[in-house]
């Protein structure tokens, strides 16, 4: 099984034919409200790749929860570990231009109740070789406790270091798993005072162990792993970004996925890469995400 602990978010997302500066108000030419939040999003994206999912994590008391969690329930997605806490859902407003480039405001809301409980009930329903992921829109103190807890049953854990914090090369550490994007990494070795660019040095910085994986999103240019020993690159596909929003949730949990499946990294790689290339192609979060047919297609 794949957990989720993670943000449940309502997304409102106004589009245009590029991004406002500061102070300038622009015309827009859609309207769209939908169900994301970086955890929330990553579930969907393990469950549409095949694999058993469970959601944990929280929304608020108010309408917007349930409207949060629609992609999740119609997709079978096992929601029972989501509580419904006392605060307003997060939400997120998004703001995507014609090339596909975005700008994100997040209020995080019920998603910042997720404490050290909801890790408990959460964990009672695991088993050593499944695997916990986990971000950063979530208390880091709350990622923590998980990361922790779930090494010492013996489950997997895959951390995505967004949106990065100073937290993140600390909780990294303590991650079986690490994905990152290219200027997160970039901050990561500044903190680490190592060289930005050089995944080995970073890999070396962030573990100490050569059998945890470190993974680097590159956008346009595909993604690279490394172990420790090797690196491995795959080269995304050639396409026409619409709305970059959700590409590299999308990345994250197909990855999951292929990783749980026991997949070859390079396998799995692949798989996520063309999945996040696929989700660039249509709008929404969630609603771009691909299904494992598209992806199989696509990997021909």
């Known amino acids: ?6 943000s449940i978010n ?5 589009s245009s034919t590029r991004l406002p500066v500061p102070g300038e108000t622009i015309g827009g030419s859609l309207f769209e409200v939908s169900p994301g939040g970086k955890g929330a999003n990553q579930a969907l994206a393990s469950n549409r790749a095949g694999a058993e999912v469970l959601m944990a994590g929280a929304v608020g008391i108010d309408d917007h929860g349930g409207a949060a969690l629609h992609n999740l329930i119609a997709a079978g997605v096992n ?7 006392g605060a307003a859902t997060g939400v997120a407003s998004i703001f995507v231009a014609e090339k596909g480039d975005n700008m994100i405001i997040s209020i995080p809301g019920a998603n910042y109740r997720v404490g050290s409980d909801d890790v408990d009930r959460l964990v009672e329903k695991l088993s050593a070789g499944d695997h916990l992921v986990l971000q950063l829109e979530i208390p880091a103190s709350t990622v923590e406790y ?3 807890v779930a090494k010492w049953r013996g489950i997997k854990t895959l951390l995505n270091t967004a949106p990065f914090t100073i937290d993140a090369v600390r909780l990294s550490k303590l991650a079986d798993i690490v994905v990152m994007n290219e200027s997160e990494m970039a901050e990561a070795a500044r903190l680490t005072e190592t060289a930005d660019g050089d995944v080995q040095a970073a890999f070396r910085a962030l573990f100490c162990e050569d059998e945890k994986l470190l993974v680097v999103t590159k956008g ?9 020993k090797s690196i491995l690159s795959v080269a995304a596909l050639p396409i026409k970004p619409v ?3 959700g590409a590299g949730d999308t990345f994250v949990g197909y990855l999951a996925a292929g990783l749980h499946a026991r997949l070859p990294i390079n396998t799995a790689l692949q798989q996520a890469v063309v999945a996040a290339s696929l989700a660039c192609t249509k709008r929404g979060a969630q609603s771009g995400i691909p299904f494992a047919e598209e992806v199989r297609g696509a990997s021909l």
């Open 1 to 6: 099984m794949i957990a989720v602990l993670g």
């Open 10 to 14: 309502l997304d409102f997302v106004a």
């Open 79 to 85: 929601i029972s570990h989501v509580a419904r806490k």
């Open 146 to 148: 998980a990361l922790k």
């Open 220 to 228: 346009e240019a595909g993604a690279i792993a490394c172990d420790g």
């Open 243 to 245: 709305d970059t929003v």
